[in-house]
């Protein structure tokens, strides 16, 4: 593992494996998750370093190892984004392939429409939302029951029934659910300039995902964009051999 500092001066942790030659893969997990649990643990980082690639996933602020501040003002997928771009100067390398999941598949394009070093971009998790509501599909959840869900004291006080999961998730890993609610508080929810990625991507969502509902009209609002569906709901399609198939052989073509 090692460490970059952001232009505010946070400290974020990223897990590195294998030694390809080319661009590395760098991989940003969904909310409340860390690089090692997106994705490594499915087998996504062990295929992508079977087919010779460097991989190297963030731990995005607030999550895994990373500096977790409790101020909103330090958090929304823009400024993730903007994290994302000082790795690739900490790296000093050319170009990055990289891949998102949910909320940080909403970091990658955001990233991807305003940096050039992303050379292509794979999309996880989500679906016709983005375009919808400019981020997660709030549609499903509201970011302020996230919010509710993650700060009361009793679980049996959570009032959206789609917001408890988010709780469990929290609360089994042993996250700082403060630093989530601060992020969930300010979850990006305005027009992403999409038609400005020049990257290849591949939107890739799984078929029982309400999270990540049509992802072939997100797809259509890429240019060049293509969507793929693949077995499994918001938790379960990471873990589908096709996901980590699918981005394998998409970044290597």
Known sequence: MFRFLTSDGLSIACHE????????VVLHHGFSASGPINWKAPGIVDVLVAAGRRVIAID??????????????FYGEARMARDVSALIDHLGVPAI???????GAIV??????QEPRVRRLVVGGVGEGVVATGGVD?????????VQALLTDDVSAIEHPAAVP?????????????????????VHAQPIPLDRITAPTLVIAGDDDPLAVHPERLAAAIP????????GDHRTAVAAPAFARAIADFLAA
Not at 97 to 103: I, N
Not at 138 to 146: F, L, M
Not at 224 to 231: C, F, I, T, W, Y
């Open 17 to 24: 494996w294998g030694e390809g030659a080319g661009p590395p």
């Open 138 to 146: 709030t549609r499903h959840v509201p970011n302020a029951a996230i």
């Open 60 to 73: 995005a602020r607030g999550h895994g190892a990373s500096d977790k501040p409790h101020d909103p003002a």
């Open 224 to 231: 060049g964009a293509r969507s793929l569906l693949v077995a």
């Open 166 to 186: 988010f709780r469990l998730f929290a609360d089994a890993i042993g996250a700082d659910r403060k630093a989530l609610a601060a992020q969930a508080s300010v």
């Open 108 to 113: 990658g394009v955001i990233c991807a429409s």
């Open 97 to 103: 392939d990289l891949a998102g999941y949910s909320m």
